[in-house]
């Protein structure tokens, strides 16, 4: 019943992405993937909220993209809205790996959370892609797009490994997929 709910969840959100990037509407550019380098000396407070963006990769701003004034294109506002939704959705999965000693059902809710952002963004970047007739800006949310399928494949055979879990959100195809779309975006 659960997985059920978090399906629905994850169908949702995509098609509320979907529905929202045909807006136009302007969307600040997210920070990069989150870390998910532990730190020996950081213990886990329930009560303090994590913040697993630990540095910034060169490169990609966190300013809005764009100058000030300028508008995204409708793929632009999608792909980035998008993107930062899955931000937000990560972040906290990247809080619980950088923990040690997790339960085998603390990763199973971690590689589900994973999919389902994963699964949300892959949506979004293909019906972001359908919004634009620049072919060079298609190519890059596809190939965007195509580095989040292949992460969502990691997903799948990692078996919920910890360390698998990790190497997918810190991925340097989808890293470099992501900061060509920043850089055609803004």
């Known amino acids: 019943m659960r997985l059920a709910g978090r399906l629905l969840a994850t169908a949702l959100a995509a098609l509320a992405l979907t529905a929202t990037s045909a807006c136009g509407v302007e969307t600040p550019v997210a920070t990069p993937w ?3 380098t532990a730190s020996p000396t950081v213990a886990a407070d329930p009560t303090t909220p994590a913040s697993p963006i630990a540095s910034t990769t060169p490169g990609i701003s966190s300013s809005p993209a764009g100058s000030a004034g300028r ?13 930062q939704t899955a931000l937000d959705a990560i972040s906290p999965v990247s809080a619980v790996l950088v923990q040690t000693n997790l339960f085998h059902d603390d990763l199973a809710e ?43 494949v990691a997903v799948e055979s990692s078996d919920s490994e910890q360390a698998k879990l ?7 195809a989808m890293r470099t997929a992501e900061k060509a779309v920043v850089t055609a975006c803004s």
Do not use: F
């Open 166 to 172: 990790k190497a997918v959100i810190a991925s340097p």
């Open 110 to 152: 971690a590689t589900r959370d994973l999919m389902a952002a994963l699964t949300a963004l892959h949506a979004a970047t293909g019906s972001a892609a359908e919004l634009t007739s620049d072919t060079q800006l298609r190519a890059k949310i596809s190939a965007y797009q195509l580095s989040v399928e292949q992460a969502i």
């Open 71 to 83: 508008t995204l294109s409708p793929a632009c506002a999608a792909v980035m809205k998008a993107r």
């Open 34 to 36: 989150p870390a998910v």
